[in-house]
């Protein structure tokens, strides 16, 4: 059983940075890749950002490339969301999910397990 809890969300103004952070639970969190979702009102639930196992692997949904790094630390169990030169259509839940796999994928049903969100709001 894996258990994922995200932090760091809140209220930023546009052009704002926050950090999400997700620490999971379990001893095998270094054999499979990461990803953040997000889902805004109304929307479905949409592909961010994904990291390989060792970190050295990155993708990007279009939308964010340029602007969020994401990054992990398996001594500590957590993978990490720069969210740089935010934008109010940033505004969603975030999410942080375990890859099913050692391949990062953008796919939804590619992750197993799911965090339970982190509100991010950004204000013009």
């Known amino acids: 059983q894996v258990q994922l809890v995200e932090s760091g969300g809140g209220l930023v103004q546009a052009g704002g940075s926050l950090r999400l952070s997700c620490a999971a639970s379990?001893?095998?969190?270094?054999?499979?890749?990461m990803g953040w979702f997000r889902q805004a009102p109304g929307k479905e639930r949409e592909f961010v950002a994904a990291?390989?196992?060792?970190?050295?692997?990155?993708y990007y949904a279009d939308s964010v490339k340029g602007r969020f790094t994401i990054s992990r630390d398996n001594a500590k169990n957590t993978v990490y969301l720069q969210m740089n030169s935010l934008k109010p259509e940033d505004t969603a839940v975030y999410y942080c999910?375990?890859?099913?796999?050692?391949?990062?994928?953008?796919?939804?049903?590619?992750?197993?397990?799911w965090g339970q969100g982190t509100q991010v709001t950004v204000s013009s």
């Open positions: 999910a375990k890859g099913s796999s050692w391949m990062i994928d953008r796919l939804p049903d590619q992750y197993d397990y």
């Open positions: 379990g001893r095998t969190f270094n054999n499979y890749a």
């Open positions: 990291i390989s196992r060792s970190g050295q692997g990155t």
